[in-house]
């Protein structure tokens, strides 16, 4: 036993040196900036941002508590998620050991310590390490609860079973849920009277969980989920995006993920000698989570709906047990005889590591997202304090365009950016006779008069070779740099060179230009013109 917690411990130290480094490693992504944006305000504003982005508080709120305590900092503000992360990895190791692997009970723990899914979004500033530490810490108590009756064990079931609910909105409930149907019917076919009594604390605290926070966030926050949601709800043509769509995005976040399927089969279809451990009643809970939201994804969501790479996350446990099972059977096998099995099944586990762990040291050596910190350095040294800074986040007409999310981070209070994705057709504009460059996220074309200054492999700042001046100049930046882009990404800044010339109370102007827009649209486009100018003008105030 000693030797198989020293295994466990050398792979949780190793995940943890892995975790720390990619704390470091990248820039914020624009999801992290605007959570972490809200950590200085109230916490009544903290819970707010955490509804507009469709997530329950418990994240933000433990942030930025912790934020007051330890002060302001990149690394210091996803030190809690590293937190967590490490602590799944224990209690990964915890579980692991309980359920029978022994030898092989350090395999899972190494698969999620080089796993390049589980380094990001453990080092990452949203909710995801909180729920994976909080499914984790409920299975490892209950499970302690149910066979050793510890009443420790049975208060955290409680404390982790009601904090789950409030760390995210959807995987923890279908995990919650998950266990209900896994524990009542157990506990009535295969545990004795007492342990059937005991069986009811896990089994009413997820119960508790799912009526009392679950529900009542879902309805709090339908008006910001619906708008992810396909007309009529449920769509059954959705199965086929799921049979199409999941193995390719699991393939981009879990390298070699097949090799976990073939584990698998190999656990279902081969018996060892000896005891035979088989997969707990957790391990269902935990498997049912993420196959049970893609499949509420797929047949939810309208069919332009990304499901993104970061939402296999909750595979990894599941995933890593399956492995570490099949390490045991193959280790059983090899001691009794049998050669070709184990030989195959220990390859096919070690191609799978090295195919991670390459994946890892990639991800850890390069940086795969916008450096917002080095966009606004560039912004403040490349331009002067009187000139306002026009951003676009370059993207076809109707699909999500962020605005500098930066901007409260990262610049001074007197530098002044106008995003694309903010503009409203107020009649008073503060910015009048200002300079104007432009910054783009996504997009670098060729501008003749401005001169390029890229910033990363994602922001180019544009600085004007002569003076363009706000309102006109703003208008006339905005129709240079569309007839540049392809299709409709070029629409929302020709859309902006109208608000701007409303701001300036240059009313038939901004007509005559809305006109020349809608004449000039190719028929189909026209649907997705008339739709954002029609936003923009229900968010502005009076014309």
């Known amino acids: 036993m000693r030797k198989e917690v020293w295994l466990v411990a050398a792979a949780v130290i190793l995940g943890t040196i892995v975790i720390v480094a990619a704390v470091f490693d990248e820039p914020y992504h624009i999801d992290e900036l605007l959570q972490v944006s809200s950590y200085s305000r109230h916490l009544h504003r903290t819970s707010y941002t955490s509804l507009v982005q469709q997530q329950p508080p418990l994240d933000p709120l433990l942030n930025a508590l912790f934020e007051r305590v330890v002060g302001q900092g990149d690394a210091r503000q996803r030190a809690l998620s590293a937190a967590f992360g490490v602590g799944s990895l224990i209690l990964m190791g915890l579980l692991c050991l309980r359920a029978g692997l022994g030898h092989m009970a350090f395999l899972p723990v190494l698969v999620l310590a080089v796993s390049p899914t589980f380094a990001e979004y453990t080092a990452y500033a949203r909710p995801y390490a909180l729920p994976m530490f909080l499914m984790l810490a409920f299975a490892a108590s209950t499970d302690v609860w149910l066979r050793d009756q510890k009443r420790t064990a049975a208060a955290l079931s409680v404390a982790s079973g009601l904090a789950l609910p409030f760390s995210r909105a959807l995987e923890p409930p279908i995990f919650l849920a998950a266990a209900i149907l896994i524990l009542v019917p157990k506990a009535r076919s295969e545990w004795a009277r007492w342990a059937r009594s005991r069986s009811a604390i896990p089994i009413g605290t997820a119960a508790a969980g799912i009526l009392l926070v679950s529900l009542p966030f879902a309805v709090i926050a339908r008006h910001q989920l619906s708008r992810y949601a396909a007309e009529g709800f449920i769509q059954f043509r959705g199965l086929g995006r799921f049979a199409t769509e999941l ?10 993920w097949p090799v976990a399927l073939a584990a698998l089969a190999f656990v279902l279809a081969r018996k060892g000698p000896g ?4 997969a707990p009643w957790w391990w269902w809970a935990l498997f049912a989570c993420p196959l049970g939201f893609a499949t509420l994804f797929f047949l939810s969501t309208p069919a332009d709906q990304p499901y993104y790479p970061r939402y296999s996350f909750f595979f990894l446990p599941p995933l890593a047990f399956v492995i570490g099972l099949a390490g045991r059977r193959a280790g059983d096998l090899w001691a009794s005889g049998g050669r070709i099995l184990p030989v195959a099944a220990g390859v096919a586990i070690a191609v799978f590591l090295v195919s991670s762990g390459t994946d890892l040291a990639h991800n850890l050596t390069t940086t795969t997202r916008a450096d917002w910190a080095a966009a606004a350095r560039a912004i403040e040294q490349m331009t002067s304090a009187d000139t306002v800074v026009l951003f676009d986040h370059v993207r076809p007409l109707g699909a999500y365009r962020t605005r500098f999310a930066g901007a409260q981070r990262y610049l001074s209070p007197t530098r002044k950016v106008r995003s694309v994705a903010d503009l409203k057709a107020d009649s008073e504009d503060p910015l009048q006779h200002q300079q104007v460059a432009v910054m783009l996220l996504g997009a670098r074309p060729y501008v003749p008069g401005w001169r ?22 703003a208008a006339n930046a905005c129709l240079a740099f569309a007839s540049r882009l392809e299709g409709t990404s070029g629409d929302a800044l020709r859309i902006a060179a109208i608000v701007i010339m409303a701001r300036a109370n240059e009313f038939d102007k901004a007509d005559e230009m809305e006109k020349e827009l809608l004449d000039s649209a190719d028929p189909a486009d026209r649907e997705a013109i008339l739709r954002e100018l029609d936003r923009v003008k229900a968010q502005s105030s009076s014309r």
Do not use: M
Not at 275 to 278: A, G, L, M, S
């Open 247 to 256: 193995a390719p995005i699991l393939g981009q976040s879990i390298p070699c």
């Open 275 to 278: 005891r035979d451990p088989t």
């Open 452 to 473: 390029q200054h890229q910033i990363d492999a994602y922001f180019t700042l544009y600085l004007p070779a002569h003076t363009y001046r706000w309102p006109a100049g």
